[in-house]
């Protein structure tokens, strides 16, 4: 099945300890890209990379690093996460190709910081 | 910046109505324009992909439109149904940025 995997899909941690949510995507896209909701801002995007070894940052990066070192897996990494990057978060991915670029999106993870 | 809106933020009908979901965008430089619905605490399901060159698409109840000189996009969905109570995302894609718009909430009472 076609799909984008997110782990884990809940997690509970403390400020200032490192943490890496993962992503994985089995289409062989080139385009991946990081996303949190909060309730009043929408969803706003963190990174994105629309190749291997390519990323760019999108409208909210402070905090988060990210790496592409394959094609299907782009994890997002926290070094000191904080109480205000509890969010949830959502990986996406598509083929991206300017004529064939639907996004598809992970199930999410929800982070709370202590 | 790409400024994305959606009008209204909530939309309560009986079942069988259609409901009309606004969304205008700043930018009209896009590649693509994607309608999303999300349940509460749950991912996002792609409805529509609207490309640049194209004015709408439809899949079964759903179209969508494409205005890029007036940067609008709307999704109609005919004959409402409470399965349809969610909230529904445009997004716009601009070669790898994307940017969404807060939503629409929508309730279809029975």
């Known amino acids: 099945e076609a799909q984008v995997t997110q782990n884990p899909r809940y997690l509970i941690t403390v400020t200032g300890k490192k943490l890496t949510v993962t992503c994985s995507q089995n289409?062989?896209?080139?385009?991946m890209s990081w996303y949190r909701q909060d309730p009043g801002l929408g969803l706003r995007q963190i990174y994105y990379s629309m190749n291997v070894e390519v990323t760019d940052k999108g409208d909210v990066p402070e905090g988060y690093k990210v790496s592409r070192k394959e094609k299907r897996n782009f994890p997002l990494i926290l070094e000191s996460p904080s109480p205000n990057q509890t969010s949830l978060y959502f990986c996406?991915?598509?083929?991206?190709?300017?004529?064939?670029?639907?996004?598809?999106f992970g199930p999410g993870t929800r982070l709370t910081v202590l | 910046k790409q400024e994305v809106t959606q009008i209204p933020a909530a939309l309560s009908v009986p079942e069988g109505e259609n409901l009309v979901l606004n969304c205008s965008f700043t930018?009209?430089?896009?590649?693509?324009l994607q309608w999303f619905r999300q349940d509460p605490g749950k991912g996002l399901t792609s409805l529509l992909l609207i490309q640049s060159s194209q004015r709408e698409q439809t899949s079964g109840r759903l179209n969508a439109s494409l205005d890029k000189s007036s940067g609008r996009s709307t999704l109609y969905i005919a004959a409402s149904q409470p399965g349809d109570s969610a909230t529904y995302l445009c997004?716009?894609?601009?070669?790898?940025?994307?940017?969404f718009g807060a939503g629409t909430q929508v309730v279809v009472t029975p």
């Open positions: 930018d009209s430089a896009i590649y693509n």
């Open positions: 289409m062989n896209h080139e385009y």
């Open positions: 996406a991915s598509s083929l991206g190709d300017r004529d064939h670029n639907e996004q598809f």
């Open positions: 997004v716009t894609d601009s070669w790898g940025k994307l940017q």
